[in-house]
T-cell receptor, first 115, second 113 residues
């Protein structure tokens, strides 16, 4: 499967726990983006990363949320001390460099439920 | 402030007819536009894109039209098929930005057999 991989697909956490969402980009893609979709809304940009660098985190909540894309391994979106309002679908996307670099390809998403 | 707007939350068309989905934007810095299709419990699937240097781009049954002066774009699907039933999102970005996509709220298209 050469597409964007996300795991887990579903994640249930109690309030106050930590959530870790993983994303492996498409083969050959070096740009990773995280988006969040709240119920009945469109997708909202959170963060844009390249290997070992956060390029733009203007959409990330200032507290409890962090993201990384290490030299080896998947990108991780980490949410500490989750609250009910964090319940949403979190999508990862990746893109290449070059002429088609504006086209982002999405993974299946992780649906986070906070109880 | 919603910079990308899809004012029709839903649209129903008969199989074989044309589906026209509309999108408006307010940010003059946007210069690249994309359409995505999304099925429930799946991620968005890229359909077609257009650069602001063009006013039309076609790919099979899908055509996107861009009217820069009106800050309006539309997606035409012809002929529509039942498998096209999904939520369609319009997205925009700026070549001067860090490539983040700004999405509209989506239009649920239902193609009736």
């Amino acid at each position: 499967n050469a597409g964007v991989m996300q795991n887990p697909r579903h994640l249930v956490r109690r309030r106050g726990q930590e959530a870790r969402l993983r994303c492996s980009p498409m083969k050959g893609h070096s740009h990773v983006y995280w988006y969040r979709q709240l119920p009945e809304e469109g997708l909202k940009f959170m963060v844009y990363l390249q290997k070992e660098n956060i390029i733009d985190e203007s959409g990330m909540p200032k507290e409890r949320f962090s993201a990384e894309f290490p030299k080896e391994g998947p990108s991780i979106l980490r949410i500490q001390q989750v609250v009910r309002g964090d319940s949403a679908a979190y999508f990862c996307a990746s893109s290449s460099t070059g002429d088609s670099s504006y086209e982002q390809y999405f993974g299946p998403g992780t649906r986070l439920t906070v109880t | 402030d919603q910079q990308v707007k899809q004012n029709s939350p839903s649209l129903s068309v008969q199989e074989g007819r044309i589906s026209i989905l509309n999108c408006d934007y307010t940010n003059s810095m946007f210069d690249y536009f994309l359409w995505y299709k999304k099925y429930p419990a799946e991620g968005p699937t890229f359909l077609i894109s257009i650069s602001s240097i063009k006013d039309k781009n076609e790919d099979g049954r899908f055509t996107v039209f861009l009217n820069k002066s009106a800050k309006h774009l539309s997606l035409h699907i012809v002929p529509s098929q039942p498998g096209d039933s999904a939520v369609y999102f319009c997205a925009a970005t700026s070549s001067g930005s860090a490539r983040q996509l700004t999405f509209g709220s989506g239009t649920q298209l239902t193609v009736l057999p």
